[in-house]
Nanobody, 125 residues
Framework: QVQLVESGGGLVQTGGSLRLSCAASGRTSSVYAMGWFRQAPGKEREFVAAIRWTLGGTYYTDSVKGRFTISRDNAKNTVYLQMNSLKPEDTAIYIC??????????????????WGQGTQVTVSS
């Protein structure tokens, strides 16, 4: 089992920045990739970004490319999501996920096995 705890959400104005953290504990040696998803009210869960834990490859949805950066600190078993130039449409609950399986598509939420509780990000206009 892997436990995930997110932090760093909050309220920010358009154009502002936030950094989300996701601390993993438990059998972290089994993790292949970690990702961030988001879900806004009335909308489906949406892929935001992912990182392969050992190889370090990163992936982003088009709407956040150039604004968001995913990174990891293997020693701390923590993944970060640096969010810059935030827009009102980025408002959502951001949820961290970890996957054990070696899969080509890190944007598919069904490829993840463990989920955090989520942290609210609100961007005011």
């Amino acid at each position: 089992q892997v436990q995930l705890v997110e932090s760093g959400g909050g309220l920010v104005q358009t154009g502002g920045s936030l950094r989300l953290s996701c601390a993993a504990s438990g059998r972290t040696s089994s993790v292949y990739a970690m990702g961030w998803f988001r879900q806004a009210p009335g909308k489906e869960r949406e892929f935001v970004a992912a990182i392969r834990w050992t190889l370090g490859g990163t992936y982003y949805t088009d709407s956040v490319k150039g604004r968001f950066t995913i990174s990891r600190d293997n020693a701390k078993n923590t993944v970060y999501l640096q969010m810059n130039s935030l827009k009102p449409e980025d408002t959502a609950i951001y949820i961290c996920a970890a996957g054990r399986r070696i899969v080509p598509d890190t944007s598919d939420w069904t490829n993840y096995d463990y989920w955090g509780q989520g942290t609210q990000v609100t961007v005011s206009s």
